[in-house]
């Protein structure tokens, strides 16, 4: 019989660009549920009151002087001067369930201060555990952080359109990918558990399944609220039925997912008094003396035009 069906594995890379309205500080904030002020443009970003978010020290490369994270992301935004510069790199990967706070955060830090050292990079990590997706937030600095703390040129080792044209050998994206799934099965095996992730694809894998694709967030809302209601969620639960029906053998246990927690009311907010509206009367309304007729049976007022159903 065939081994059984690995867990989900998921890691993505994308780029911050300025030229999007994007900042490093603002994206640093976001993963240290921090508040934090952008110094090049004013923007003051303020995520003190987000839940389940565990932050990590920046880390930088080995021999580096400790830097607070406002300063060096602020520094990271200064010494990018072009509008549409690509000030920083993020990283989202999925962590498997089952570990524990501490193994979260040891197995988030070790891959962290892998590719600070690797990359010669400073890395801000964010752990956070939503009940239903724990997940690490990376943000990597595209320019090269010195042991003396300044910063240097662009990373082109993290550049794909770079990495292309000089035709290295090795593409760092598939280093990093396949780096992260290494360390997640060492962690499930200091844990004691047997299951193991793969990068790769199931083509490379040697799996015989047809690949799902992401259904987005708000997709996903709508087929919770109900099942089949779009196209792409019909289609991807084809695909899942196929599977499960020709290779029975490779059918993932299904888990139920854990209750989304309630959402605690924000404390010293108080509701809104609704202000009641003014009756259509007095001076300069429609009907009123100081009306000025117009073609098309509106008329001008004091207070602009007004269909002529208001003269009524």
């Known amino acids: 019989m065939p081994a059984p ?8 890379m994308s780029v911050l660009r300025r030229s999007q309205g994007r900042s ?40 580096c002087p400790t830097m607070d994270r406002s300063a060096f992301w602020n520094g990271v ?3 990018h001067r072009r509008q549409d510069a690509v000030t920083a790199r993020e990283i989202d990967a999925a962590l498997p369930h089952g570990l524990t706070r501490n193994q979260e955060s040891t197995l988030a830090e070790r891959f962290a201060r892998w590719l600070a050292d690797t990359f010669h990079v400073g890395v801000d990590v964010g752990v956070h555990r939503k009940a239903w997706n724990h997940h690490v937030d990376m943000l990597l600095s595209a320019c090269e952080v010195r042991a003396d703390g300044s910063f240097g040129k662009k990373v082109t080792a993290l550049d794909g359109i770079a990495t292309k044209r000089s035709k290295t050998p090795i593409n760092p ?16 095996a200091e844990a004691g558990r047997k299951e193991r992730v793969d990068h790769r694809s ?3 894998q040697g799996v015989p399944l047809i690949p799902g694709f992401h259904l987005g967030r708000a997709v996903a809302a709508m087929e919770k609220k109900e099942p089949g209601s779009t196209e792409v969620g019909a289609r991807l639960a084809a695909i899942e039925q196929e599977n499960e029906t020709n290779h029975p053998e490779l059918r993932r246990s299904r888990e ?49 035009l007004r269909p002529a159903a208001f003269r009524k």
């Open 24 to 63: 490093a500080v603002m994206a640093s904030a976001y993963r240290s549920a921090s508040r934090m002020v952008d110094h090049r443009t004013g923007f003051v970003a303020d995520y003190r009151r987000k839940q389940d978010v565990a932050p990590l020290p920046l880390i930088l490369p080995d021999g």
């Open 77 to 79: 935004e200064q010494h």
């Open 173 to 188: 994206v598939e280093l990093i990918r396949e780096t992260w799934a290494r360390m997640i099965n060492d962690t499930l």
């Open 256 to 304: 139920p997912k854990p209750n989304r927690p309630e959402r605690k009311p924000r404390g010293g907010r108080k509701p809104r008094a609704v202000r009641p509206r003014a009756p259509l009367a007095g001076p300069g309304l429609p009907g009123s003396p100081d009306a000025v007729p117009l073609p098309g049976g509106s008329v001008a007022t004091g207070r602009g």
């Open 5 to 12: 069906r690995p867990p989900l594995y998921h890691l993505s």
């Open 202 to 204: 199931y083509q490379r």
